[in-house]
């Protein structure tokens, strides 16, 4: 090996020095703006986290269980004070349970059509939701809400889209209970 040969390969030895740094500048370049992205989408997570978590209503578990009971309660005490006012002018049960559920009824479509069945709702929450006022209410907030579009593209179409579903599923329910009972009658199980 001649001494231009030996000068070509220590010269070459430093190319390759070269550019292996040159490589790992390059890829510590690369990493740094990778990790830059993950700690921005980080703080991203952050920041949306944070005004989730202000623009969420912060409602207590038990004070919301309590407005529940007590809106409840009323509508329930409601009711039975018309019960017992029918019995008192004499129907028999089932008259005064039919008027109770009727007046009950009414008067939360009433509510309804004047806006204040949706702030006792929004007080009470599922205490005002679940008798038999908030089945109502949950025909009636869509017809009204809807009545604009016309009589049958608005009330038509819309008045069920709440209640809709709760009473298909209980007739056919019903059904398929009335249908296992009847093959039981046949089968000597009922």
């Known amino acids: 090996m001649n001494m231009d040969d030996q000068n070509r390969q220590i010269y070459a030895g430093f190319q ?9 500048e390059t890829m510590e370049e690369g ?31 038990p004070v919301q269980m309590l407005k529940a009971f007590i809106c409840g309660g009323i509508i329930c005490t409601v009711g039975q004070v018309i019960l017992n006012y029918a019995k008192q002018l004499g ?4 008259t005064a349970g039919s008027w109770c559920s009727l007046l009950l009824v009414l008067a939360s ?8 069945y949706q702030v006792i709702a ?16 949950s025909v009636a907030a ?24 709760v009473i298909l599923y209980g007739i056919f329910t019903s059904w398929c209970l009335g ?3 009847w093959i039981g009658k046949l089968l000597g199980w009922a």
């Open 16 to 24: 390759i020095q070269e550019e292996r740094k040159t490589n790992e």
């Open 31 to 61: 990493q740094m703006r990778e990790l830059s992205e993950q700690e921005e989408q980080e703080l991203k997570k952050q920041e949306y986290n944070a005004y989730v978590k202000q623009m969420s209503p912060t409602k207590s578990l």
């Open 91 to 94: 129907l028999d049960q089932d």
């Open 109 to 116: 479509v009433l509510l309804t059509g004047f806006s204040l």
């Open 122 to 137: 929004n007080w009470g929450g599922a205490g005002a939701l679940v008798p038999i006022t908030g089945f109502a209410n």
């Open 142 to 165: 869509p017809a009204i809400e809807y009545k604009t579009e016309g009589q049958v593209f608005g009330i038509g179409v819309k008045i069920f889209t709440i209640a809709g579903p």
């Open 179 to 181: 249908l296992l009972y």
